[in-house]
């Protein structure tokens, strides 16, 4: 297998560990309203560490880098509040279901969630189809770190349309479908982007998908856990979320 083979291949496996995370959700059957709650609160933990310690402090080291400090600061702050919102126009696409139905705010979540997810995953496949053309050992490294954080992506995607649906087959697919956006990226990059790829594109797109990510953890995610538990509010399921998510960024 030549190099962009591996690159691909690479990709594909790390996008491909979201259904690891819908499986595991399909396989445990439909989810209790507890379940769910630490499952949302959970993932909202990971998408807000991702956004705060990796994307935007990316972003902005590579615009502090070309533009000074305070200049690149606000270019980085700039992109990220883009993702906030966009994301915010995005979900007015998707109509408030009424309050007496729950299934209708499940599978509600489930697309928006699913939304965050992959356009995460798109720059994500870039990032680790690059990385591996340019050392596999580095790129091996980078999908395995994403491979991990999809995981718990998997899951926040597949919870909420298994809940709302209650078909196993469309939970694992739309955890699938959700992940493919990785490959897709790394595909992408090879057929299209790689000529007009730079430093400062790839650090517009991570603090955009930041703030994307934010505005789903807040503004979905935390919210929806808390009015499953009777509005009572619980740190356990971000703080486990972020701390799963430091150690695995800091594994390897």
Known sequence: MGEIGTALLLTLAA??????????VVLRGTPTNRWLAAAYGFSAGVMLYISFAELLVAAQGTFVETHGERYGSLIAASFFLAGIIGMGCFER???????????????????????AVMLHNFPE??????SSLGDVHVGMAVALAIAVHNIPEGIAVAAPVHRA???RRIALAWGLMSGL????????AYLFLRPW?????????DAVVGGIMVYVSIHV?????????????????PAAGMAAMALSL???
Request: aromatic letters at 8%.
């Open 15 to 24: 996008g491909l560990s979201t259904a690891v995370g819908a499986l595991w």
């Open 93 to 115: 696409v998707f109509p408030e279901p009424e309050v007496d139905d729950p299934k209708g705010r499940d599978r509600r979540i489930g697309w928006l969630t699913a939304a």
């Open 125 to 130: 496949g870039i990032a680790t189809f690059t």
């Open 165 to 167: 649906t209650g078909s």
């Open 181 to 188: 956006a990785e490959p897709i990226g790394g595909l992408a």
């Open 197 to 205: 790829m730079s430093e400062p594109v790839i650090a517009g797109v």
């Open 221 to 237: 995610l935390m919210p929806q856990a808390d009015r499953l538990r009777d509005g009572r509010t619980s740190f356990v399921g």
């Open 250 to 252: 800091a594994w390897v």
